[in-house]
């Protein structure tokens, strides 16, 4: 058996930790694992290969912009991903977020249909099945049968500048995926919330979709004892708890869907707790109360695994999530979660130590925050029994069960 992951970036943002994760995983179970990605640096390790260049993915990108086809570009950098597939000869290819301007999707699904190759397609986002944006949020066009036309947010939801060519997106996901023979052809969602969203899809409702988590390095995200006194002078107060808040982008824009104006809320209405911030951007801050600090970017994971483990709870804001691997990081280290309903969250976390409300409900927010802070929770549990839940190694062997299963399942005719 050898398996070929594709995906946008390997081994930075969290689908490339999750590609790098299953890779060294297989190859840890003595399968064969091959990677193929399309941006960043260009990584001298065996069997990965990176397919498109920076040059190539602009020029896409720009294409996109004016031609409002954002999956149908890069021609050079589809015919390699492809020359590669043909090389390696997989008995599966698995696909993980390949929208980052880097491979001509639909042309890259009908040929691994044509060629009868068994595929995997992993939904980390909603794109695959809305045939354009990555989070459709609160439009339901892409459930209809006529399915995504005269978009409201077409830069938002496209990227385009100039024409609406969501129904020909649209059109084009939907047949890219109907050329494939039904044995052929799998589909995982990140979490359970996902699994019913892509049912309500016009596009690929017919197939099943099995629920497959995110995995987590726990020898890394686990109950660090003495994480406050690793954090010691970072923080303005020694050995005083704190909320903490992790996040890609951080800002306090209306338009935000990180939702970094709530946290603001948030603290204004908690004056007694201090807020530690960590983003990877912060963007667009103003009027920052005397109780928020902006830590900014962690330096590396075993700072935010310290952080995670020190913090009393964290705090998630999100309007739109098909994960979270905050909550799960957060449950490996120990600490509660409590935040808005987001779709996925509510769905991937364990219920004792988690709360979740209604979006946009700061006061309820920090009622349940108020009391999941008056528990005395056993962080070591929290921590071993989240391991249990979402570690690298339950993930990727659900997923050599997939694999197996689409294998066996030809093999037996």
Not at 195 to 223: I, M, Q, W
Request: hydrophobic share 40%; glycine share 6%.
């Amino acid at each position: 058996m050898k398996i070929l992951q594709v995906n946008c970036v390997y081994r930075k943002g969290s689908t490339g930790k999750i590609v790098f994760d299953i890779h060294a995983e297989l190859q840890r179970k003595g399968v064969a694992s091959v990677v193929c990605y399309g941006r960043g640096d260009r990584l001298d390790e065996p069997s990965t290969y990176k397919f498109c260049s920076e040059i190539e993915a602009h020029l896409s990108h720009l294409w996109a912009e004016l031609g409002g086809l954002q999956y149908a570009s890069a021609p050079i950098a589809t015919w390699r991903l492809k020359r590669i597939i043909k090389r390696e000869q997989p008995s599966v290819v698995h696909l993980h977020c390949i929208n980052g301007y880097c491979v001509n999707i639909y042309s890259l699904l009908r040929f691994l249909a044509a060629r009868k190759i068994k595929t995997v397609v992993t939904h980390h986002a909603e794109f695959f099945y809305t045939g354009n944006c990555g989070h459709s949020i609160h439009c339901k066009k892409w459930m209809s049968a006529e399915g995504c036309n005269s978009c409201h947010d077409l830069r938002g939801a496209t990227g385009s500048r100039t024409i609406d060519n969501t129904h020909r997106s649209w059109q084009l996901m939907r047949d890219a995926f109907a050329a494939f023979d039904k044995n052929d052809l799998c589909f995982t969602a990140v979490s359970p919330w996902v699994v019913e969203r892509f049912k309500l899809s016009e596009v690929l409702a017919k197939y099943p979709c099995l629920y497959v988590t995110n995995g987590v390095d726990p020898s890394v995200f686990h109950y660090v004892e003495n994480a406050t006194q690793l954090l010691q002078g970072k923080l303005p107060v020694s050995g005083s708890g704190f909320v903490l808040h992790v996040t890609a982008s951080f800002s306090t824009s209306a338009k935000s869907i990180k939702g970094g104006r709530y946290i603001v809320q948030l603290a204004r209405l908690m004056p007694e707790r201090m807020f530690v911030v960590v983003a990877s951007q912060v963007l667009a801050v103003e009027n920052l109360p005397e109780n928020i600090l902006l830590w900014g970017r962690a330096n590396g994971q075993k700072e935010l695994a310290a952080l995670y483990s020190a913090a009393e709870a964290t705090v998630l804001v999100s309007e739109r999530e098909t994960f979270s691997m905050v909550t799960a990081e957060s449950l490996c280290c120990g600490t509660p979660v409590v935040g808005f309903k987001a779709g996925g969250p509510e769905s991937i976390a364990i219920p004792e130590y988690t709360d979740f409300v209604e979006y946009g409900k700061v006061e309820c927010l920090r009622d349940v925050l108020l009391e999941m802070l008056e528990v005395k929770h056993d962080k070591k549990r929290i921590s071993e029994e989240a391991k249990n839940h979402y570690s690298q190694e339950v993930m990727t062997n659900a997923y050599m069960k997939v694999y197996k299963s689409m294998i066996e399942h030809d093999e037996n005719g």
